[in-house]
């Protein structure tokens, strides 16, 4: 059985639960939110809903933000990582595409 539970990209998360989840305070991931660093999904009421994935990024720039970087800096950091991985699997898909051409 597949439950969304099980789903790390399911919004299950409210705000306060996930504060309570990472010490953090409740406004600091409305703030977030606001500077668009992570933006979670939002339920029929408008109440934020986090994923598992999200709440591994809040952690990471909880990190970030402890060693001195702004909220600007970490969101431009974490946009040039996405990025990156973007343009790696586009990358990988053309070398796979090239080796089939190749016959290899």
């Not at 970030?64 to 970490?74: D, H, N, P, V, Y």
Request: net charge positive.
């Amino acid at each position: 059985m597949n439950l969304p539970i099980d789903d790390p990209s399911a919004a299950l998360y409210s705000v306060g639960m996930v504060a309570d989840m990472l010490g953090v305070q409740p406004a600091f991931l409305r703030r977030l939110d606001t500077e668009q660093v992570v933006q979670p999904a939002r339920s029929d009421g408008g109440q934020r809903r986090y994923t598992r994935v999200e709440i591994d990024q809040i952690e990471r720039v909880t990190t970030l933000a402890a060693e001195g970087l702004s909220l600007a800096g970490i969101r431009r950091l974490l946009t040039l990582e996405a990025e990156n991985a973007r343009l790696r699997r586009l990358l990988e898909v053309e070398r796979a595409k090239s080796r089939r051409a190749r016959g290899s």
